[in-house]
Structure formats: C-alpha cells, structure tokens
Nanobody, 123 residues
Framework: QVQLVESGGGLVQPGGSLRLSCAAS????????MGWYRQAPGKQRELVAT???????NYADSAKGRLTISRDSAKNTVILQMSSLEAEDTAVYYC?????????????????WGQGTLVTVSS
C-alpha cells in the first residue's frame, strides 16, 4: 500500500557530505512521522533523526551538528543532509515513516521501512 524509494547513498571520503532522500507513495491519507535509522556492520539498528508532520526534529547525539533532517510535505519526501562524515557513519541507512492508510470503514496506522541505502565513509 505504501512504498518508500531511497536514494543518495554511496562512497564518500572522511569530512565529505552526502544527501539522502526518501520518497513515500501509495494510498496515504496522512504522512505523520518521518525519519532515518542506520545499521552499521555487527551493530543494532539505531535512530539517526526524526521529524514530525509539524516539523519538530529529534536527533541522535552522534548526529547533532553534522546531520540535518528536513521534509517536503508536498512531495512526501524526507531528506537527510549529512556533512563532516566520519568512518563511524558507515552504515546502511533506512527510511522510516508513520502513515495512515484507508481501509474499509476507516483508516489504519502503519510503520513502513525502506530497503536501505548504503553509506560508506572511507579514504
């Protein structure tokens, strides 16, 4: 019912920048929270940043000052602008959205995950 298309991952040198994008499509009534998580090799998936429909943001301590989350509500898109990247930022980055979708007689809340995009920070 809801599809997420992520883009923007790749290889970047330490200190460099990358821009991740995630576009949601499908039978969406309301797009509520949007966010990015990441999973480094051998580690659990962790929060990077989230943004509500009102624009309130929340960042992991490791992301503060270097990563900026934003959203384009008209395009159902969430952006993660990353700068001053470090080797420790190497991970698969996953988009996550909370949406309401129509069902017979009402609506239903869903949490949807993207397939992930790999970010590698290396010289």
């Amino acid at each position: 019912q809801v599809q997420l298309v992520e883009s923007g991952g790749g290889l970047v040198q330490p200190g460099g920048s990358l821009r991740l994008s995630c576009a949601a499509s499908g039978s969406i009534l309301r797009l509520l929270s949007m966010g990015w998580y990441r999973q480094a090799p051998g580690k659990q998936r962790e929060l990077v940043a989230t943004i509500t429909s009102a624009g309130s943001t929340n960042y992991a301590d490791s992301a503060k000052g270097r990563l900026t989350i934003s959203r384009d509500s008209a395009k159902n898109t969430v952006i993660l602008q990353m700068s001053s990247l470090e080797a420790e930022d190497t991970a698969v980055y996953y988009c996550n959205v909370g949406v309401t979708v129509p069902i017979e007689g009402g609506q239903r809340y869903l949490q949807v995950w993207g397939q992930g995009t790999l970010v590698t920070v290396s010289s």
